[in-house]
C-alpha cells in the first residue's frame, strides 16, 4: 500500500445553515406574539425598515389570490446572498425624491375610549379588608385580624399559627382566636381556616349542617369520600349507606379553596388565535392572524440617501448590508404566512367531517400526510403548527390537536383518539349512576359500534380525561 500527501477536487452536496436560512426557520415557528416581538427588535436594529399602513381588505384579497394560485418554487442554486445593486434599482422604479421623509410628525390624536381600560380586579385581601372596616372592633383585635387577612393564601388558608401572631402582639391565645373567629366570619365562607377539615366545617355550620356524624365523616374520614368507600364510612359512624351518601353529596358540594375566585387578573393567560377559520358560503375560508405584526415597508428617506451616495463610501455599503437584511426579513414573514396557510389548509380539507359534524368525527394524522399534501418537509409542518392556535366556528384549538393517533375500526377506517374519548365521555354521563360502565363494558359497547378498543387503551383515555374508575362513581341512594 502507497502511502503519501495528494490534492484530489471533489463535488459534493451539503446544506449550509446560512443566517437568512437561520431567521426564516425561527420566523417560521413564532407564533403571533413572538413575531410581533420579533418586528419591534428587527425595526430598533434596522433602520431602513419602518411600519407601513395596513390594508386588511387588500391582505385578504392577496391572500385568497396566492391560495388560488400555484405556488411556484424558487430555483434551489439561486445564492440567498446575492447582491443588488439597490441604488440603480430605485432609480429604475422612478423614486420620487421629494416626498421622503425620516420621521413622521402630526397626525391623528390618540382617542381613548372606555373599552382601552379594564376595572381594578378586587383581590381577596382588600375583598376581607373591607368587611373589616365595617365592624367596631377594638384596636389591638382589629390589628390582629388585619394580620391574619394578609397571612392568608390565594386559597384562603392561614398560613400562620396563632401561637406566632399571639407572640408576636404580645396578647393572649384566646384573644387571637377571637380575632381568628371573627375573620371566619367574612365572606366567602371558609376562608380563614388553617386545614381542609376546618374549612369544611365551617362551611357546614354557616349552613346549618352541624350534627356530629357529618363532622366525624370530615375528621376522620375526607379520604374515604375521595374513594367512595362509603360502606366502610358507615360502618365507622354507625349510619346507613344512604345517609353517609347524602352526607357525602353535601361535603363535594362545598368549596375547597374559597379563595381562588377571589385570584389576581395578572394570573390571566390570553391566547391570541394565530390562524381563524371561518364557514362562509358554504366553503371554509382560512386567515392567517398577522394583524397584531405591523406591516414592514423600505424607509424613503434612505432610499434617498443610497441613490445619492457613492457606491463604495461606507454609507452606501452599510445601507446596501441592511437592505438586503430587511429584504430577507419581509420575505420570511410573507413566505411563513403563505407556509402556515397552506398547512392549515391541508388540515381543514382532511379534518372537514370534524368542522361539520363535532369532535366524534376527528380522524387520525400525522405529520407525513399533511407533508405529502402541502409538498414540504415533515420538519416544516411540525414549525408551522407548534405553538399556534386557530379559532374554528367550534371553538380554539391548537393546531397539534389535529394531529392524533388512533384505532382501527371493525371497517378497515382508523378512529382518533380524542374522538374516542367523546364518545367514552357521553357514555359515562347518560350511565346509570347506581351500575357504572366497567371498563370492559366499555369496550364492548363500543365493540358494538364498531370501534376496536382494548381494556386497557380504556383505563388509560379514562385517566387522560381525570376520570373515576367504575367504584368511585357508584351512587348507593
Known sequence: MKLGYELTIEQTQKLVMTPELIQAIQILQFNTQELEKYVEEQLLANPILEKGERDEAADYGKAEKEAAEPKVEEPADEPADREIDWAEHFRDSEYDDISYQQWRSGGEKNEYSYEQFVSADVTLTDHLLFQLNLLELRPACCSVARYLIEALDENGYLTVSVDEVARLFNLPLDRVEHALKIVQGFEPVGVGARDLAECLR???????????QAFQVID?????????????IARAVGLTVREVQEISDIIRSLEPKPGRQYSSCGENRYIVPDVTVDWVDDEFIITVNDSTAPRLTLSPYYQKLLIEADKESNISKFLTGRLNSAMWLIKSIEQRRQTIHNVVKAVVHYQEE??????KFLKPLTLKQIADEVGVHESTVSRSVNGKYMQTPRGLFEIKYFFTSGVAAFDGSGIASESIKTIMRELIEAEDPREPYSDQALVNIMAKQGISISRRTIAKYRDEMHLPASSKRRRFD
Open 202 to 212: 365551617i362551611q357546614m355550620r354557616t349552613y346549618g349542617i352541624d350534627t356530629p
Open 220 to 232: 376522620q374520614h375526607l379520604e374515604d369520600i375521595a374513594d367512595n368507600r362509603l360502606g366502610a
Open 354 to 359: 370534524f368542522f361539520e359534524k363535532g369532535q
